[in-house]
């Protein structure tokens, strides 16, 4: 069919098709020879070489972003930092400040990264007089337990960018351990206690015992392990004992010594009510006779004065 009656309609196809294939159009609109019928196969043709230059052009795209990004990096001082619970640290990123002249231009962000996941960290404070230098300081205050992990410092500069990924490891010394002797009544045996606070989990053994322990373990509030340590033995005069905590992430040994145990007897037999009754009585009758000497004394020194004052009245007539 001619296009006379429906040339309007082909020109407006063939522009499209102008747009998408440039001078590869011309094959199918050709002049004087304007085929409505060819159209749908050069529209077909279009979409094809769509399809395969697209990932093309993407790809294209993605490497020029990548060799700009690769002219702007982020470094770091180090890798892993090591805190003391309770104590500050501040995490460092460095980039060169010479590309990012403007302040307005740079953009940096501390991100938690866990299960997968990232989201800004709420514990770090950005440090903004830094950036100047060319350092993305975060600072985190008072470091707790929950602030241990791994973290990606991202850094922005107009269209560039580049992060780094920092790990905070926490520590709490097991260094303050209570220790405690407890007799066993009846048994012959006492019972040594270790308790001490710190984190991450410690192992616990005794030096100078071939009998098993006991040991446990709980948290506290703060995030901590309190672990705790009891043994049973039977006291050896002049032997010491030392319990020892071993916080093999930290690479970290803390002990403390219980003992000599010579000081430790076995208990003594409760003693008898009569034991008690007989030394009470005893005191009671040197009390009672000390008063009773006492009065018999002033009562001597008294009683003539008293005589004395009433003869008078008591040795005249009726």
């Not at 104590?87 to 400040?97: A, G, I, K, R, T």
Request: glycine share 6%.
């Amino acid at each position: 069919m001619s296009l006379a009656s429906r040339e309007p309609e082909a020109k407006g196809y063939c522009e499209m098709l102008f747009l998408c294939l440039g001078s590869c159009a011309k094959s199918c609109c050709e002049d004087g020879g304007w085929y409505i019928e060819n159209v749908p196969s050069c529209l077909h043709l279009c979409r094809s070489i769509q399809a395969m230059f697209l990932p093309l052009l993407m790809l294209s795209l993605g490497l020029q972003l990548h060799h700009i990004a690769a002219l702007f990096t982020v470094t770091v001082p180090k890798e892993v930092y090591t805190a003391e619970f309770g104590s500050n640290v501040s995490l460092e990123c460095d980039f060169d400040h010479r590309e990012c002249t403007e302040l307005e231009e740079i953009r940096v962000s501390l991100q938690k990264v866990e299960n997968d996941t990232s989201s800004p960290s709420e514990r770090a404070t950005l440090l903004e007089e830094a950036l100047p230098l060319g350092k993305a300081l975060f600072h985190i205050s008072s470091v707790q337990v929950r602030d241990a992990g791994q973290y990606r410092c991202l850094v922005i500069c107009g269209a560039a960018w580049d992060y780094k990924y920092l790990t905070v490891k926490v520590k709490a010394s097991y260094k303050n351990i209570d220790t405690r002797i407890l007799e066993v009544p009846g048994t012959g045996e006492v019972q040594l206690t270790c308790q001490a606070r710190g984190y991450p989990l410690a192992e616990v053994s005794w030096l100078n015992v071939s009998v098993p322990a006991n040991t446990s373990h709980i948290r506290t509030p703060e995030g901590l392990y309190q672990v705790t340590s009891v043994l049973h033995l039977k006291p050896q005069p002049g032997t010491n004992v030392s319990c020892m905590f071993w916080n093999a992430h930290m690479k970290e040994l803390t002990s403390a010594i219980i003992g000599p145990l010579g000081w430790t007897e076995p208990k003594v037999p409760g003693t008898s009510p009569l034991h008690v009754f007989i030394p009470s009585c005893i005191v009671a009758l040197i009390f009672t006779a000390a008063v009773i000497a006492l009065r018999k004394k002033l009562c001597g020194k008294l009683c003539p004065r008293n005589r004395s004052l009433l003869g008078p009245y008591t040795d005249s007539p009726t």
